[in-house]
């Protein structure tokens, strides 16, 4: 089928990536709060109750801010495909009809862990960017 | 146990998080107790429309979906918890349970289920996440293509996460042909 072909050019893009494997590779739970697992390259966002990943090259960016009541906020934005220079183009046609999570936004009381966390998200998102961005001219 | 199972440590998951409690599967329903009091659950046999169960990280989910649409998700049972439950649901409630999958890979692209309350985010045919429809406070169109979810922000009901979601939302490509043109979009 037109599927087994989209590897003729095995060239690794961002939809190949994987956060983990078996659920229980995640890590243990903690508190739900918002993680990142450096070593899978992971954002864990608590939703109803359940720790739900992300792998860090989904993100596009990240931001936070406070109010005056000392509650803090973070936005996450993912890649969906149609915005300029979204790593997502090229896999787009191959996952055509999907619906994509383009953004969410969190409350916190813990102004400290947001600024951690939206920094440890950058970090991250850097490194793995770059990362593949290099074996992608690699494979040119 | 011939009235049924009791268990001393499961949590109730929803809007704010978890809580532990105890559950008690009998003859009669489902009844689930916070522990130290406070809130319960009550379920009637007759009133179970769907059970499902779900691997989660190191322990499993039972889902409880009821007639008014409501679904209670609980989690702490053992794999051998999952084998008697499954049995005690067929031969109590006539009810064989069903089986979903968790999406750990960790993808933003998938598919939106809707049924009853809840919209399920699926990836890869798995579930991603779960969001219940009656804690959405306004929805928004933005653009063509994306869907904003906004949920009740809520300090009452023991919400014990630390960092809580506050907005959502999804793009709907053109591509996409499962929404188009329906008013039931969410």
């Known amino acids: 089928g037109s599927m087994g072909s989209d590897h003729r050019g095995a060239v690794k893009t961002v939809g190949d990536l994987i956060a983990y494997k078996n659920v229980n590779d995640l890590p243990p739970p903690r508190d739900l709060m918002i993680q990142v697992d450096q070593k899978n390259e992971a954002i864990l966002l608590p939703i109803y109750g359940s720790m739900v990943p992300f792998h860090v090259a989904t993100v596009k960016s990240v931001s936070s801010q406070q109010d005056s009541n000392r509650t803090s906020y973070i936005r996450i934005i993912f890649n969906v495909p149609g915005t300029p220079f979204s790593p997502h183009d090229a896999n787009s046609l191959k996952f055509q009809g999907s619906i994509y999570l383009k953004e969410v936004s969190f409350r916190s009381k813990d102004s400290r862990h947001i600024i951690e966390v939206v920094q440890q998200i950058k970090t991250l998102r850097r490194q793995v960017n770059s990362r593949e961005s290099e074996r992608a001219e690699r494979a040119t | 146990m011939t009235d049924g199972h009791l268990f001393s440590n499961i949590s109730l998951g929803g809007r704010g998080g978890t809580n532990p409690g105890q559950l008690k599967i009998y003859s009669g329903g ?12 009550e379920v009637d046999k007759s009133d179970i429309v769907g059970v499902t169960w779900m691997k989660v990280p190191r322990t499993n989910q039972l889902g409880v979906r009821i007639k008014d649409g409501l679904y209670y998700k609980f989690t702490g049972f053992r794999d051998q918890d999952v084998v008697s439950l499954t049995s005690f649901f067929q031969n109590n409630c006539g009810i064989t349970p069903e089986e979903k999958q968790l999406s750990v890979s960790g993808r933003n692209w998938g598919e939106v289920d809707l049924n009853g309350n809840m919209l399920t985010f699926l990836s890869g045919s798995k579930q991603a996440f779960e969001v219940s429809l009656a804690d959405v406070s306004q929805t928004q169109l933005q653009g063509k293509n994306d869907v904003i979810l906004e949920f009740h ?13 506050m907005e959502i939302s999804f793009h709907i490509p053109n591509t996409n042909t499962q929404f188009v043109g329906d008013e039931n979009r969410p």
């Open chain 2, 30 to 41: 489902i009844l689930w107790k916070k522990q130290g009091g406070g809130k319960a659950v």
């Open chain 2, 153 to 165: 922000v809520d300090d009452t009901t023991g919400a014990n996460e630390k960092d809580s979601l």
